[in-house]
């Protein structure tokens, strides 16, 4: 009888292990992907892509370089959250609202605004990422939206940036990637709805 137990306490703890050091561990929670080449970001949480938004990444540039306003690469994580209850459009100054509410594409404005996700980076090339405020927030240039226009953070639309502040918490995986977000969405799943026959 103890020999059954232990096995399957081995058993359990293989199987644990090997979730733990798999990529498939972001199965079983959510995930963010951020795809340069199509300046998009998707949501994938459970193993399903759950949400996609258009955004904006470094008018200058890959990398983590102090000073450079590149946007950094790699695997990151959210490690703070701030915006809580924040109107769209709220202007958000050193991680502190200002109190003021301003308009999409205000002339000649372009602060932060209505939610913000502090990235912390994982990597050799991106660890000075929360260092550097980079930072997955509102912007006031809405416009601009689906062109590199920021200084290293990844910009999204008020309304896109206030729903994926509902769908994260801290601790949530941040993939930044030159590659296309075809490559990391997980297939459809095929249903009875889709089928041809």
Known sequence: MNVTRQSFRVAALMLTLLLCTSRSLFAF?????VSVADQELAVISRGKTVARYPVSTSKFGLGDGVGTYRTPLGTMYVSGKVGDGLASGAVIKSR???GEVIAPNSPGRDPIVSRVLWLRGKEEQNRNARERCIYIHGTAEEKRIGQRASFGCIRMRSKD???LYQRVHIGTPVVISAKRIAEFLPPEEVTLLARQD
């Open 29 to 33: 929670g959510t995930e963010i992907i």
């Open 96 to 98: 502190i609202p200002t």
């Open 161 to 163: 940036v206030i729903a």
